[in-house]
Each structure stands twice: as structure tokens, then as C-alpha cells.
């Protein structure tokens, strides 16, 4: 089973306007943490956000925000005032652990590519 | 600030050969990871680090090897290289599990 999922392959915003990219995700572990991560056409991987599971406010980051709902389990990306360089892949991952021993790992969704029209 | 830093950046191979992927860190981060990601799908694990001196398989580790002889170096060798590994392959760090992960430039990789 998917453990997260992003539903959105690609999405258009037009430059200056807001955009919420979704993301949910399925995990039993009462902690786990929620990352955002953009992918230019450069290939480079940024982080951009991250959202625990007991924070109690959700995270802002600049232009990044994260509407984080527990109870639905998403975590989706809210990019304000989109920029032309904002244009990229979006990828979510949530933190998984992996072992007893408490190592984790990131799980990725598949990604949302998000195009910036001017 | 280096950061995270992949060597090489793009490597073409035949089926059979071998070779090693260098990733370095200079963040004296503890965890070490190497993915791989492949079109239409986001990146999955190979083969992660907790620390210096240890290893452990990921999602999907079958035809990789790897080592963490020191703590800034992780190693991804492909002991009998095929087609199916080629991909794009990243590697990251991080101070701890649940802090982000740091990630390098990737290594473009074909298999003819």
C-alpha cells in the first residue's frame, strides 16, 4: 500500500496567485514527520519544510506553508504569491521507521510537477 | 560549504561491469542514505548509515553494496552492473533521523 500519495501529477498556477499541493499519507506510528522537497529541472533535491507530528501549530517557512490535518492525514503544500522559479517538481515524504532501534527513513510520494505561468 | 557532494556526476556503463558511486559530507552528519529515482516515481532507499562502520538495507538494495569506512564518505559499488540500474542516484545526509535530509546533485547513471 501506498504510504503516501500525491494525486495531483502536475498543476498550473498563474505567477503572483496561491497554489496547495496535496499530499496524504498512511502510517500507524503515532510519531512521524512530514517533509516537502522541490526538484528544479536542475535535478537537485531542496528541502523546504517539515511538519511533526505533535507540533501543534502548523509549519511555516516564507511563502511555504504546510496545512497539516490529523485527522485526515494530509499534509498539503501552500506556495503563496507564486514565482516563475517556483516551476518544479514537488516531491512529500514522510519520516518512517525503519527498525526497533529507532533508525527511520523517508518515504517519498511521487511527486506533483507544478508550472508557474507568467 | 560543500555540503553534500557526489562524485561522478554522470557515468555511462556495459552490463557486467562495475563501479563505485562516492558520496562525501562535510556537515559531520551522523546518517547517511543512497537513493535511487527512477521517471514517474519519487526516490526510494537503497542502502542507509547510522554511523561510521555501519550499514543496512533499504527498499530496494538487491545488486548494491555499501560501505561507511569513514563518516563523512558513503559508498555505493554495483558489483555486476544491468540495465535496470540505470537511474538517477542521490545521496543524502543528516544530523539525525528526523532532522531533513541534505541532499547531493545526483549521479546520472546508464547501463547499455
Known amino acids: 500500500a501506498q504510504k503516501i500519495t500525491q494525486t495531483q501529477p502536475g498543476m498550473f498556477v498563474q505567477e503572483k496567485e496561491a497554489v496547495t499541493l496535496d499530499c496524504t499519507y498512511d502510517?500507524?506510528?503515532?510519531?512521524?514527520?512530514l517533509f516537502w522537497y522541490k526538484q528544479p529541472s536542475s535535478g537537485e533535491m531542496i528541502f523546504l519544510i517539515y511538519q511533526g507530528s505533535y507540533d501543534q501549530q502548523n509549519a511555516t517557512e516564507g511563502r511555504y506553508s504546510l496545512n497539516f490535518q490529523k485527522a485526515r492525514k494530509s499534509a498539503n503544500l501552500v506556495i503563496s504569491a507564486s514565482q516563475l522559479g517556483d516551476s518544479a517538481m514537488y516531491f512529500c515524504?514522510?519520516?518512517?521507521?525503519?527498525?526497533?532501534?529507532?533508525?527511520?527513513?523517508?518515504?517519498f510520494g511521487k511527486g506533483t510537477k507544478l508550472t508557474v505561468n507568467p | 560549504n560543500a555540503g553534500v557532494t557526489q562524485t561522478p556526476k554522470f557515468r555511462v556503463l556495459k552490463t557486467g561491469q562495475s563501479m563505485t558511486l562516492l558520496c562525501a559530507q562535510d556537515?559531520?552528519?551522523?546518517?547517511m542514505y543512497w537513493y535511487r529515482q527512477d521517471p514517474g516515481m519519487g526516490l526510494r532507499l537503497i542502502h542507509y548509515?547510522?554511523?561510521?562502520?555501519?550499514?543496512a538495507k533499504g527498499e530496494v538494495p538487491d545488486g548494491y553494496n555499501v560501505s561507511r569506512l569513514k563518516k563523512q564518505n558513503f559508498l555505493l559499488g554495483l558489483e555486476s552492473a544491468a540495465p535496470s540500474q540505470t537511474s538517477v542516484y542521490f545521496c543524502?545526509?543528516?544530523?539525525?533521523?528526523?532532522?531533513?535530509?541534505?541532499f547531493g546533485d545526483g549521479t546520472r547513471l546508464s547501463i547499455l
Open positions: 548509515s547510522v554511523g561510521e562502520g555501519t550499514t
Open positions: 502510517t500507524s506510528d503515532p510519531s512521524y514527520g
Open positions: 556537515m559531520n552528519h551522523e546518517y
Open positions: 515524504a514522510m519520516r518512517e521507521r525503519i527498525s526497533q532501534g529507532g533508525s527511520e527513513k523517508l518515504v
Open positions: 543524502a545526509s543528516s544530523y539525525s533521523s528526523s532532522q531533513p535530509q541534505h
